[in-house]
T-cell receptor
Framework: DTAVSQTPKYLVTQMGNDKSIKCEQNLGHDTMYWYKQDSKKFLKIMFSYNNKELIINETVPNRFSPKSPDKAHLNLHINSLELGDSAVYFC??????????????FGPGTRLTVL | SQQGEEDPQALSIQEGENATMNCSYKTSINNLQWYRQNSGRGLVHLILIRSNEREKHSGRLRVTLDTSKKSSSLLITASRAADTASYFCATGTSGNTPLVFGKGTRLSVIA
């Protein structure tokens, strides 16, 4: 049983396109996150949602728009893709808004390549 | 801003040996967590140690925390080839401040 799943696993697209990455968790968690991992493996938080509400929005271009239709889903839409957006994007989830105090469960990642 | 810094960046050992990785951080924390990432996969939580704890064990893993030195270490005993992965520390502070991850230590265990 997959706990945190993401689709697609790989995404190759041209500069300027718009793309979406989907995330679902079946753990019953109420907090979900999006992280970006660059080529040097540095992992940085982008967004955090609790019960479908945005609670963390780090310095991310407004071309990135998260959407949480329900507690189990957090999707990431990216407009006007740029070369620098190439990275691996990870979705994660945890219990409660004090997720920083609890373990986070990560999805397998989506490798985005912008050409 | 980046918080945790792992040391060394890369470590190569023989199967059966112990592996020690260190993490240093800059500001006060509520907890420190260690994660493992196998190549091409997501991160897996290994262990969480709170700021009022000094040592924690989980199987072959031993984590220590020294808040006076703002540092933590992860010891993997009797390493196996399957332990080959990148290991990240992540620090948690209070409120809604997110976990901050270091750049990781790449561990290679040679059979």
């Amino acid at each position: 049983d997959t706990a945190v799943s993401q689709t697609p696993k790989y995404l190759v697209t041209q500069m300027g396109n718009d793309k979406s990455i989907k995330c679902e968790q079946n753990l019953g968690h109420d907090t979900m996150y999006w992280y970006k991992q660059d080529s040097k493996k540095f992992l940085k938080i982008m967004f955090s949602y609790n019960n479908k509400e945005l609670i963390i929005n780090e310095t991310v271009p407004n071309r990135f728009s998260p959407k949480s239709p329900d507690k189990a889903h957090l999707n990431l839409h990216i407009n006007s893709l740029e070369l620098g957006d190439s990275a691996v994007y990870f979705c994660a989830s945890s219990h409660s808004t004090s997720g920083w105090y609890n373990e986070q469960f990560f999805g397998p990642g989506t490798r985005l390549t912008v050409l | 801003s980046q918080q945790g810094e792992e040391d060394p960046q890369a470590l190569s050992i023989q199967e059966g040996e112990n592996a020690t990785m260190n993490c240093s951080y800059k500001t006060s924390i509520n907890n420190l967590q260690w994660y493992r990432q196998n190549s091409g996969r997501g991160l897996v939580h290994l262990i969480l140690i709170r700021s009022n704890e000094r040592e924690k064990h989980s199987g072959r893993l031993r984590v220590t925390l020294d808040t006076s030195k703002k540092s933590s270490s992860l010891l993997i005993t009797a390493s196996r080839a399957a332990d080959t992965a990148s290991y990240f520390c992540a620090t948690g502070t209070s409120g809604n401040t997110p976990l901050v991850f270091g750049k990781g230590t790449r561990l290679s265990v040679i059979a």
